[in-house]
């Protein structure tokens, strides 16, 4: 099929169904060529390798589910070894969801707070009521793990008064809330050693998303944007002041490390 004849097909699709304008604006193709043009430099973010920023690696994650929805294994052990390093880790995160990540970092930091919409606000917007009553599953009785409910473009961060060493942005991955969440974080949460970890800025380790990317670029300050990195083998990004040793991104990479996995399952 010729291009003409595509762009034909597609304008007489939208004009049946105008709903599809917005999986057109929102196509990777779409967001490359926003940050393109806003960040030619950016295109990619340079990769850490994750034993740069965890040498010797060596965590046990105590409860993770493999299913729908959540993180990959490396995902939630960086966030668990990163808090590991910080005496008394304050760590901050927006999504809660089943309440894995929180689960893990409250078993070595001090104090964790997570931040969702209430069940009431997610019946409110039509979501499943299986859904809303599964958030905070693993994490709701934990001593140590401070439940806070709103809408992250909303919520009122300043009235925390409280600076996170860790904080974790897993929320809406759409452009307006990673933005949001991103500006936020760096007006009332970080002090100068703050680490920020972003979820699901990758479909995959080797598969950036370019929507998420340009909202984390957005809303972090540009002088900062040379302290953001996209985290080996997992899907992350992550803010950091350490000086770090960086390889270029790799759509299709060549492994450079394997992790030794060992599964234990444990009814509930």
């Known amino acids: 099929m010729s291009k003409l004849k595509k762009l034909f097909k597609t304008i007489s699709l939208v004009i049946k169904q105008p709903s599809l304008i917005n999986h057109i604006l929102n196509s990777d193709d779409v967001w490359n060529d926003i940050i393109k043009n806003k960040y030619p430099n950016k295109t990619t973010l340079p990769v850490v390798e994750i034993e740069e920023l965890i040498p010797n690696l060596n965590e046990t994650l105590n409860t993770f589910t493999f299913l729908g929805g959540g993180s990959l294994p490396t995902d939630i052990l960086l966030l668990k070894a990163l808090a590991n390093q910080i005496e008394n ?3 901050f995160e927006i999504g809660t969801w089943r309440g894995e990540s929180v689960i893990n970092v409250s078993e070595t930091a001090k104090d964790c707070y997570t931040l969702n919409l209430s069940k009431a606000e997610m019946l409110k917007l039509n979501m499943p009521k299986e859904y809303a009553d599964l958030h905070g599953f693993f994490s709701k009785n934990k001593k140590n793990i401070t439940h806070l409910f709103g809408n992250s473009l909303t919520f009122d961060y300043k009235g925390l008064n409280k600076k996170f060493d860790l904080i974790f942005i897993d929320g809406n991955h759409t452009y307006d809330f990673v933005k949001s969440d991103t500006e936020n974080i760096f007006k009332h949460l970080i002090h ?47 803010y950091t002041k350490k000086q770090l040793q960086t390889n270029i991104f790799e759509e299709i990479a060549t492994p450079k490390k394997i992790f030794k996995v060992k599964v234990e399952v444990k009814n509930l």
């Open 192 to 238: 100068d050693e703050t680490i920020v970890v972003w979820h699901d800025y990758a479909y995959n380790p080797e598969k950036m998303r370019s929507e998420v990317l340009a909202g984390i670029l957005d809303g972090t300050p540009r002088k900062l944007h040379n302290n953001i990195y996209h985290v080996s083998n997992s899907m992350c990004a992550i």
């Open 89 to 91: 880790c304050s760590y």
